[in-house]
């Protein structure tokens, strides 16, 4: 089943926010082989890559955003919050023999 | 520029079929395995399809296993999503994308429209 995240999140100009991403054993919480990526999503658009990795940032990709991972909970935090933060953001993991698990997805707003 | 369109959605009946095609360009097409993922209305993504490189594996959701088939033309740069006894419930946008080093989809689609009704 889908990785669990906050249905939304909020915040002010300038400030930082955390989402975070709950899977379990079989996915984030497994033992070595494991990889969390995060994707943004404007309304309308296609998803874009953030962190690959659990906290890799592809070439790009503003050092305001940041990845980690414990245990079965991976995190994604948006430091500075700007406006054009203002998206939809899911959560992966890569289960091993070429099966992903996506989060339900997390809407930020910007207030 | 890495690039992916996709085509081939459209309007369909329950129990009909559709072939999704994704053209690619920009970048070793053959090295890299590619994946489909699709979005329903409103909704979150989910993943529906890998293939490797070579296509000599493949690998699918619970919710599409035994009706749908990833394949790929690599003389063509080419990733195909067969799409058979379609349900109300796959009627989704679908994107491919490009799987990078360390398990992650770097470079994705504009997407296709299924709707099937």
């Known amino acids: 089943s889908a990785l669990t995240q906050p249905a939304s999140v909020s915040g002010s100009p300038g400030q930082s926010i955390t989402i975070s991403c709950t899977g379990s054993s079989s996915d984030i919480g497994g033992y070595g082989f494991v990889f969390v990526s995060w994707y943004q999503q404007h309304p309308g658009k296609v998803p874009k890559l953030l962190i690959f990795d659990d906290s890799d940032r592809p070439s790009g990709v503003s050092e305001r955003f940041s990845g980690s991972r414990s245990g079965s909970t991976a995190s994604l935090t948006i430091s500075g919050l700007k406006t054009e933060d203002e998206a939809d953001y899911y959560c992966s993991s890569y289960k091993g023999n070429g099966a992903y698990v996506l989060g339900t997805g997390t809407k930020v707003t910007v207030l | 520029e890495v690039q992916l369109f996709e085509s081939g959605g459209d309007l369909v009946q329950p129990g009909g079929s559709l072939r999704l095609s994704c053209a690619t360009s920009g970048f070793s097409f053959r090295d890299s395995a590619m994946i489909w993922v699709r979005q329903a209305p409103g909704k979150g993504l989910e993943w529906v399809s890998t293939i490797s490189g070579s296509g000599g594996s493949r690998y699918y959701a619970d919710s599409v296993r035994g009706r749908f088939s990833i394949s790929r033309d690599n003389s063509k740069n080419m990733l195909y999503l067969q799409m058979n006894n379609l349900r109300v419930e796959d009627t989704a946008i679908y994107y491919c994308?490009?799987?990078?080093?360390?398990?992650?989809?770097?470079?994705w689609g504009q997407g296709t429209t299924v709707t099937v009704s």
């Open positions: 994308a490009k799987e990078r080093e360390y398990y992650a989809m770097d470079v």
